[in-house]
């Protein structure tokens, strides 16, 4: 009698097993087509004001806001880590006073630059998105090297649609530094 029960429980738990293998096979199964759907492209668009440091005065710090727009295209690797080109197009002329050290004004004139930087992203959770790249503002007058630094907060919308705000800084080796407060719309396909 002991030998049929111990038989009857280990032909029971063979059972179990063989489900559990079963089961196994079809979520690996699920994941593999829910990886297959992963969208690895995004491109986007963002309009915003970029604030110009211009140094201190007798007045104390001052700030010149300008417009500006963002076309972006990332690439995600996976869905925390990418790599992006974000190209800040400033739509205004303008000109960056500073005083030296020997008390003179010092003015660097910037014809619509436009600066292009190869961002690094990092998407640790749903919603925020941290970047970091190096680039360079181009513009009639002189180009200047650039590291920017992002950080960009995304609300999903319908239609593989992304709702972002985002804030960055640029700093400028030799030159001014800004930063900018933007938002805009982007898809992934």
Request: charged letters at 25%.
């Amino acid at each position: 009698m002991k030998n049929i029960l111990f038989f009857l429980i280990l032909l029971q738990f063979a059972t179990y097993s063989t489900y559990a293998q079963e089961h196994e096979a079809e979520h690996e199964t699920e994941l593999e087509s829910e990886e297959g759907e992963f969208k690895h492209h995004q491109i986007g668009a963002m309009i915003g004001h970029a604030h110009i440091y211009q140094g201190s005065h007798a007045e104390g710090k001052k700030w010149l806001v300008v417009p500006m727009a963002s076309l972006n295209y990332n690439y995600w690797i996976n869905k925390k880590w990418g790599v992006g080109l974000h190209t800040d197009f400033i739509l205004e002329s303008y000109e960056v006073h500073e005083e030296t050290e020997d008390g003179e004004i010092e003015i660097l004139e910037r014809e619509l630059p436009i600066a292009p930087a190869l961002m690094a992203l990092y998407k640790p959770g749903e919603h925020f998105t941290f970047m970091l790249g190096i680039g360079e503002e181009f513009a009639a007058e002189e180009d200047l090297f650039l590291i920017r630094g992002e950080v960009e907060y995304g609300l999903e919308l319908p239609k593989e649609f992304e709702l972002g705000a985002a804030i960055g800084y640029d700093l400028r080796f030799d030159a001014y530094d800004s930063w900018v407060l933007a938002i805009g719309v982007s898809k992934v396909f």
